[in-house]
Nanobody
């Protein structure tokens, strides 16, 4: 079992920045991938960024240069630095953890989410 707790969401103006944090606890050695997802209002949850145990990031559904995923292994924490935010970034952002070996559906553990609202 892995527990994930997100924080750092809030209300910002277009062009502003936020840094989200996700602290993992429990059997964290059982996972080797972590990620940030988001769910836009009325939309399905989508992958924003992933990071491996080795620290390699991936941004399949996020503009590189605006969002940056990182990790602090000593704190069992991952971050999502979001810059130049746009109204279309408004969503609930979720932290997730899983195993690469599970393939496309690799994320087994989820946080409660943190709301990010970008005003126009």
């Amino acid at each position: 079992q892995v527990q994930l707790v997100e924080s750092g969401g809030g209300l910002v103006q277009t062009g502003g920045s936020l840094r989200l944090s996700c602290v993992a606890s429990g059997n964290i050695w059982s996972v080797n991938m972590m990620a940030w997802y988001r769910q836009l209002p009325g939309k399905q949850r989508e992958l924003v960024a992933e990071i491996s145990s080795g620290g390699t990031p991936s941004y399949p559904d996020s503009p590189k240069g605006r969002f940056t995923i990182s990790r602090d292994s000593a704190k069992n924490t991952i971050y999502l630095q979001m810059n130049m935010l746009k109204p279309e970034d408004t969503a609930v952002y979720f932290c997730a953890a899983g195993r690469l070996s599970l393939g496309g559906n690799r994320y087994e553990y989820w946080g409660q989410g943190t709301q990010v609202t970008v005003s126009s």
